[in-house]
């Protein structure tokens, strides 16, 4: 069973850029769709954007000036850089494996908190 | 974008009741419908895709119907393990949108 485990600083100062790494063990990152998604503490959901294995991606358009996703198949990681946060981009941040076309397999989270 | 509105936020309910969430969406597609489960604390569970689709592993009592612009979710008889946040979730056209969920809790 595939397991995702997202790393990063949980702390990041505002106008600096946001940098998570997700982690998949148990399986190859090749031939899926691998979405990052965001929840603000106490709220609703929101799909970031996803990258396939091969390096095609797809953004929300709400986020799409400030934000790459990456796969690097060498280490079985997907990776999220976001620019330019603010108190706004306060969230708990879930990488997920595709079923299909839609976000199957979550990891856990990681709470990344934007704040001087 | 495609808005996805649910239907009620808050549900309450006891052990055994049939439960039904509703889930509008501001277009109409066929069957790039998800839904989700979430417990405090816990990311969130894919239950059903494809509208009507069990996940690996999803109890039969979840099942999933809708076309167009109208989906559902329902439970036949909740269980204790049942009480939870549900989401609905488009994958019909980017980007991909949620629902505001809907909580399921104790009556």
């Known amino acids: 069973q595939v397991q995702l485990q997202e790393s990063g600083p949980g702390l990041v100062k505002p106008s600096e850029t946001l940098s998570l790494t997700c982690t998949v063990s148990?399986?190859?990152?090749?031939?899926?769709?691998w979405s990052w998604i965001r929840q603000p503490p106490g709220k609703g959901l929101e799909w970031i954007g996803y990258?396939?294995?091969?390096?095609?991606?797809n953004y929300n358009p709400s986020l799409k000036s400030r934000v790459t996703i990456s796969a690097d198949t060498s280490k079985n990681q997907i990776s999220l850089r976001l620019s330019s946060v603010s108190a706004a981009d306060t969230a708990i941040y879930y990488c997920?494996?595709?079923?299909?076309?839609?976000?199957?397999?979550w990891g856990h989270g990681l709470l990344v908190t934007v704040s001087s | 974008d495609i808005q996805m509105t649910q239907s009620p936020s808050t549900l309450s309910a006891s052990v055994g009741d049939r439960v039904t969430i509703t889930c509008r969406a501001s277009?109409?597609?066929?069957?790039?419908l998800a839904w989700y489960q979430q417990k405090p604390g816990k990311a969130p569970k894919l239950l059903i895709y494809?509208?009507?689709r069990l996940d690996s592993g999803v109890p039969s009592r979840f099942s999933g119907s809708g076309s167009g612009t109208e989906f559902t979710l329902t439970i036949s008889s909740l269980q204790p393990d049942d009480f939870a946040t549900y989401y609905c979730?488009?994958?019909?056209?980017?980007?991909?949108?949620f629902g505001g969920g809907t909580k399921v809790e104790v009556k």
């Open positions: 997920a494996k595709g079923q299909g076309y839609t976000p199957g397999s």
């Open positions: 148990g399986g190859s990152i090749s031939n899926y769709y």
């Open positions: 990258t396939y294995y091969s390096g095609s991606t």
């Open positions: 277009q109409s597609f066929s069957s790039w």
């Open positions: 494809q509208t009507s």
């Open positions: 979730q488009q994958y019909h056209d980017y980007p991909l949108t």
